[in-house]
């Protein structure tokens, strides 16, 4: 039966409360640990040759008939007051089908406060004449002065909440008993998402129903955005994505592009694209905001942390909102003392969004890098005083955890960490060669409300249906796999049905690395209730026990020798279809569900030219049961090579004067290329979390990215003995930092 | 937009000017086109009229510089400048002749500011985000010279034919001035067409870049030697290639508090520029 509770549900590190109904008739116990027929073992994904042969369709290319083309006005100003704004020359060009301004869509407006804000639009026929349209848009700009540094912010109260305070037990108590204390201040620069899919969104009325198809990592939450800001039904608007070419948490909303779409069609009659490009993308659509992290912590002698302290300062723009860059420091160590206060300064500069373990990242890099100063400090292995702080219950919410094997990936990190001598004494000329390592919590555990349905034809194949996203992780094949194991099924008979908000139930956002761990649950629920169907169907027809028959290899299987191919027993509905439904369970009460894990990073650094190449990393997580290795280690890959641009060369610039955005294009804005990737490593426990749903598994989209900075800055110290505190660490950080450390060892030297 | 196909250079440089620009690889200046940095009605292909390929000391300006980098009469310090540039797309779509004559990146100077480059009254970048930005000749507009060929054929002394005259490649660069914005001495319809590089006993070229590949350099350092002695030239210092006789002339640059970097960075490529060629 339908059971309502009430539970809570984090997203990213942000709980609420709410009510969900959740079906456990039966209950189905996890699989034993370990590869199984198809859960556990390396696939390819199922939509490799759609995708390599250009046959998956992503929103880029729908093309709808008589669809039009909208192109934006956005603010040249990062802060301005439009004085007028004249859309009758747009309006009367023949050629020019429709032109908005903030009076036609809540999301343009007069006043825009950071670089690139929407303010007006236009459709036309020709993808190549948008822009050319907006030059009959006449608009009277008033330049104001912007606020652009986030202390001049958080000295005029410019904040877009109050500030967040954290304690627990008695930092200064502690501080001051303290054997050792070491501070620091980090920096962590601004970094774009730049998925290869730029934001966009096809907006077309049919009859009273809404359809848009958008780029987008949360479909049902696009529905919400857009039956709540045009006070429409739910239920007549249609979202639709079925392939999807990244978002890193820039996608999991409406965003302004689909409501000037959806404004523009409603004005024309006609289907409107509206597609950023690449600039575009990378002045509005968010980012990974800057911080500054002003970190101090106090140990004893033996390493035992009795105190942490950080004042985090978030330069969170326009919009958006002041991310968790507290939470390692209040989560990771088992310290008694805490203190946090945290500022999200209001500027203008374009709004942040959640971007790949949004916060975690950052703090990471602070308290990580501040970790190995202290064992520097203490003449502690790093990794021996990481073991020696472990948390064995979680502090900050006096919970335990419903999982945690960190202490075993710290085992399994050893050998990787014993190589530093051979790794050292590689070193030659001015390449001087290190080891770091940095250590990774953060959330994934998933929650309700998700669910699914399973259909099995007559002619013994399965179908997922579920309107989900796969946003280019692999989740489609991790549901075709956890169904195909559930059913007895090979592989090649199942297929996944996603992406579209009216063919399928509700289903998880996917962020907070969470569609598998919270989709998984629900589709191998969906899968079990097929199953009983068709074995209490091949019971009756072959007048056998139900207790003695599994599915099994494509057949229903009796314990008793018999065996029938699936197809025999549902070719008895002939076009009839069974249909199973699952529902993802609630999270374990009173427990927290998080992800672990540990990287250990080789670097050589030229000590002269202050030139870093990552050489190696090893990744090890511990994200409960992992259902697909194959995919797994292309996340591990992906979230470590995004942390080495993260870490080494992205860095978006503006003008320190005028706010406006200087590195829009790809060449200025530096992503890593293939020759800047590391050897990496990859290991995961894969062990199940027995507390966790009927799979166990957790997510692991954003766990590979959070400690990468910290390790291979601790590799760079462990090198060549320079502080690095600044992201990126581009030549300039990198040759102060050598400069600094020459300094130091220079007044040390006996004179 | 028109493209017209000349079958003579005489009757490209007559076709170029008034809203007609030259078109080589296009791998500058189409992007500029999208940019409007550049407009243009007409756009002149050289393709058939500017010499393509190496033939003994010349270098059509028409030879890519995918085609140089694996030549091997070429002198080490242009293969390997033209190998470290751009991305393997790029290089076989951009010419020689072209990548001596690209703009500068300057952030500034590519959003349009209206900056002294582009014939304003000041330079934003000295005020503003300069990290890419110049050492030398730097007091008018601190752009950086994005090319590291042009370092390289600077450092061997290369020698450059145009539709008009031949000339020096030092003398191809000056600085903007008051008067005159440009930073080359081309003049409206002058085309470039082939260089001449003498042959050094040794060369190298060294480059120092944000990432991996495909960056414009932060400091490039190219060095040849030849009987007289050794010739240096410095990409992304100074609006334009910039010669200087040895290290210690260094201590002659003029930072930017964002650029005093590239002047600690410069001394060791220099260094190891001269030991690899002496």
């Not at chain 1, 339908?2 to 959740?22: H, M, P, S």
């Not at chain 1, 954290?166 to 962590?188: I, L, M």
């Not at chain 2, 990432?211 to 334009?240: E, H, K, T, Y």
Request: aromatic share 6%; hydrophobic share 40%; proline share 6%.
């Amino acid at each position: 039966m339908a059971r309502l509770i009430r539970t809570e549900k984090e997203v990213e590190g942000r709980y609420t409360e709410q009510w969900v109904v959740v079906e456990e008739d039966a209950a189905i116990d996890q699989w034993p640990a370990g590869p199984r027929e198809t859960v556990g073992r390396p696939v390819p994904r199922v939509d490799g040759y759609e995708r390599a042969r250009g046959q998956a369709l992503f929103t880029a290319d729908v093309a709808l008939p008589g669809m039009l083309h909208a192109a934006v006005l956005r603010s040249p100003y990062a802060r301005a007051r439009v004085r007028r704004l004249d859309l009758s020359r747009a309006r009367e060009a023949d050629w020019v089908l429709g032109a908005i301004g903030p009076d036609d869509c809540d999301a343009l407006t007069l006043e825009p406060g950071f670089h690139g804000e929407p303010v007006a639009a236009v459709a036309v026929d020709s993808p190549g004449r948008a822009r050319e349209a907006l030059e009959l848009i006449d608009v009277d700009w008033e330049e104001l002065e912007p606020l652009l540094d986030p202390e001049e912010a958080v000295r005029r109260n410019e904040l877009h909440e109050e500030p967040r305070r954290y304690e627990r037990g008695d930092a200064d108590a502690a501080f001051a008993d303290a054997d050792v204390v070491v501070e620091a201040e980090y920096r962590t620069q601004t970094v774009l998402h730049n998925p290869l899919e730029t934001h966009q969104s096809v907006c077309r009325w049919e009859g009273d129903t809404l359809e848009v198809y958008i780029s987008t990592q949360f479909i049902w939450g696009v529905r919400d955005d857009i039956a709540e800001s045009l006070d429409l039904p739910p239920d007549r608007i249609r979202v639709i994505c079925n392939f999807m070419g990244g978002g890193f948490g820039a996608k999991n909303g409406a965003h302004a592009q689909t409501f000037i779409a959806i404004a523009l069609a409603s004005q024309t009659g006609r289907p409107v694209r509206c597609a950023l490009s690449r600039r575009e993308e990378n002045l509005a659509t968010g980012n990974r905001n800057s911080t500054i992290q002003r970190l101090r912590a106090g140990a004893r002698s033996d390493g035992t942390l009795v105190a942490l302290e950080g004042e985090f300062v978030n330069a969170v723009g326009w919009k958006g909102w002041s991310g968790p860059t507290y939470g390692p420091m209040e989560m990771l160590y088992a310290c008694e003392n805490v203190r946090t206060l945290t500022y999200g300064a209001k500027l203008n500069l374009p709004p942040n969004a959640a971007f790949r373990a949004p916060g975690f990242v950052e703090g990471t890099f602070g308290l990580e890098c501040l970790l190995d100063e202290l064992a520097g400090r203490l003449e502690l292995d790093p990794l021996e005083l990481r073991a020696r702080n472990h948390a064995d219950r979680d502090l900050a919410d006096d919970r335990p955890y419903s999982s945690k094997n960190l202490l075993e990936c710290y085992r399994r990190a050893e050998p990787h960490w014993a190589r530093r001598d051979a790794v050292r004494a590689r070193s030659e000329g001015p390449w001087r060669r290190g080891v770091g390592l940095a250590s990774q919590i953060w959330y994934g555990g998933g929650g309700p409300p998700s669910y699914a349905w399973v259909r099995i034809g007559s002619d013994g194949r399965a179908t997922v249906i579920t309107a989900m996203q796969d946003i280019g992780t692999g989740t489609r094949t991790a549901m075709a796999q956890i169904a195909a194991e559930e059913l007895g099924l090979p592989l090649d008979r199942v297929r996944v049905s996603l992406g579209d908000s009216s063919r399928g139930p509700y289903a998880s956002i996917s962020a907070g690395s969470s569609t598998t761990p919270s989709m998984g649950p629900a589709v191998r629920a969906a899968a079990a209730d097929a199953a009983r169907q068709v074995i209490e169907i091949a019971a009756q027809r072959y007048h056998l026990e139900e207790r003695l028959l599994t599915m099994q290899g494509g057949k229903v299987v009796s314990s008793d020798g018999g065996s029938w191919p699936l197809e025999e027993v549902t070719g008895l509905l002939e076009d009839a279809q069974i249909l199973g439904k699952g529902a993802r369970g609630p999270n374990p009460t009173g427990m927290r569900v998080l992800t672990f894990g540990i990287q250990v990073a080789d670097v050589a650094v030229d000590v002269e030219t202050g030139e870093v190449r990552v050489e190696r990393i090893a990744a090890i997580h511990d994200v409960g049961r992992v259902i697909n290795p194959l995919g797994a280690q292309s996340q591990v890959e992906g979230g470590i090579i995004q942390g080495v641009g993260h870490t080494l060369s992205e860095e978006r610039l503006v003008d320190p004067a005028s706010g406006i955005v200087l590195t829009q294009s790809l060449d200025a804005y530096k992503l890593p290329t293939i020759a800047d990737v590391p050897e990496i490593v990859v290991e995961l426990l894969d062990i199940p979390d027995e507390h966790l749903t009927n799979l166990g598994s957790k997510g692991l989209g954003e766990p590979p990215i959070v400690p990468t900075a910290a390790a291979i800055v601790n590799a760079i110290r462990d090198a060549t003995g320079a502080d690095v505190r600044s992201l990126p660490v581009s030549r300039d950080e990198m040759l102060r930092a050598l400069r600094e450390a020459r300094e130091r060892e220079r007044a040390a030297a006996p004179a | 937009m028109q493209l017209l196909r000349p079958e003579s250079v005489e009757a490209a440089a007559a076709a170029l000017g008034n809203g007609s620009v030259a078109l080589a690889g296009g791998t500058d200046l189409v992007p500029m086109l999208r940019d409007r940095l550049v407009s243009a009605e007409t756009l002149v292909e050289l393709k058939e009229v500017v010499p393509r390929g190496v033939e003994g000391t010349r270098i059509g300006a028409g030879t890519t510089l995918a085609e140089l980098e694996v030549d091997p009469e070429i002198p080490a310090a242009l293969r390997e400048a033209c190998a470290l540039a751009a991305s393997p797309q790029l290089r076989s779509m951009g010419t020689i002749g072209g990548n001596l004559l690209q703009a500068t990146r300057c952030w500034y100077w590519r959003l349009d500011f209206p900056c002294f480059l582009h014939g304003g009254s000041r330079c934003h970048a000295r005020e503003g985000a300069h990290r890419e930005h110049a050492i030398f000749g730097n007091e008018r507009c601190a752009s950086a010279h994005p090319s590291d060929p042009a370092a390289a054929l600077l450092a061997l002394g290369a020698r450059v034919r145009t539709s008009r005259r031949e000339l020096g490649l030092e003398e191809l660069y000056r600085l903007p001035t008051e008067d005159d914005r440009n930073v080359t001495a081309l003049e409206p319809g002058e085309l470039i067409l082939e260089l001449d590089v003498p042959r050094p006993e040794a060369s190298v070229y060294l480059k120092a870049m944000d990432r991996a590949r495909w960056a414009f350099p932060l400091v490039g350092v190219a060095a040849a030697r030849f009987a007289d002695g050794v010739r240096l030239a410095l990409a992304g210092v100074a609006p334009i290639p910039w010669r200087l006789d040895s290290e210690t002339d260094l201590d002659r640059a003029t930072p930017l508090p964002g650029t005093a970097y590239k002047v600690e960075l410069a001394r060791p490529l220099i260094r190891r520029a001269l030991h690899s060629v002496t």
